[in-house]
């Protein structure tokens, strides 16, 4: 599909001054990968070049370097959260990977969401949030649902259909992620269960019997309120999950060894 961007009311002109000094001589090298080892089970969803396939708020998103960017300004902020949409359909039983880094503000993956603001591109629903603070980077978050955060990083928790939570063991490791760097997260969403991993180490397993419990919806990605900040994902990658696959590609992930090490995408 075709992409079709919307300017924000009363925008001034975009300016690049806060992320001036982002750029480092390692993106030339992370801009050869965009296409590298794509397993040909995945779709997709991002060809490096172009938005199409995706939909969000002009002033906010482009391509820059091979990668879909979001960017907000002091002169250029967005009122309130924002996301890039995926117009490919909606998202179910899935596997989902990116490449990701971030600085000035925390972002996310937003899946399993619905529309409810048009105008303004805001989902509410499941948030594979991305935060600099170590506990939040890969937790859960309910977006504009009122469960605010669902799980922390590191926790196995199981949530009743009464909202009761219970850790019921740990997760990962305590490894450092570097938002400012290129990290990969995975999702695994199977039924009512949903696994996060950065770089190979799960942040969180969580199995949500919550009455408000959602196993469709859309998949975004976020530009958060608040302080001027940047985001930058490329690799997208989608994999529909069905029947023996759903099992296998769950029991595999729940079995596979914790990496000692994050160095996946080190260049």
């Avoid at 980077?137 to 909202?163: K, L, P, S, V």
């Avoid at 690799?235 to 079995?255: F, M």
Wanted: proline residues 3%; charged residues 20%; hydrophobic residues 35%.
């Amino acid at each position: 599909m075709t992409l079709r961007l919307f300017h924000a009311a009363c925008c001034l002109p975009l300016c690049l001054l806060a992320f001036s000094g982002i750029a480092q001589a390692g993106d030339s090298a992370a801009a050869t990968d965009n296409t590298a080892d794509v397993d040909p089970k995945f779709q997709t969803l991002f060809d490096g070049k172009t938005l199409d396939g995706w939909k969000g708020l002009e002033p906010f998103w482009s391509v820059v370097d091979g990668s879909i960017q979001g960017l907000t300004t002091t002169e250029q902020p967005t009122k309130a959260n924002t996301f890039l949409i995926w117009q490919g359909g909606q998202v179910d039983d899935f596997e989902f990977r990116c490449r990701v880094r971030f600085e000035g503000n925390n972002s996310g993956i937003q899946y399993r969401s619905k529309l409810v603001n048009e105008q303004g591109f805001a989902l509410a629903g499941y948030q594979a949030d991305l935060h600099p603070k170590q506990e939040y980077f890969g937790m859960m978050y309910g977006e504009r649902t009122g469960r605010g955060i669902i799980a922390t990083r590191g926790q196995r928790i199981i949530i009743g259909a009464d909202g009761k939570k219970k850790v019921i063991g740990k997760v990962g490791n305590d490894t450092q992620f570097v938002a400012s760097e290129w990290n990969e997260l995975r999702i695994v969403a199977v039924g009512n269960r949903m696994i996060h991993q950065v770089n190979g180490i799960t942040t969180l397993d969580l199995t949500d019997r919550h009455q408000d419990a959602t196993t469709t919806g859309l998949l975004g990605l976020q530009l958060h309120a608040g302080a001027p900040m940047k985001v930058e994902f490329r690799d997208l990658r989608l994999r529909t999950l069905t029947g023996r696959d759903a099992e296998t590609t769950l029991s595999n992930i729940l079995h596979e060894p914790t990496p000692d090490h994050v160095s996946l995408f080190s260049r």
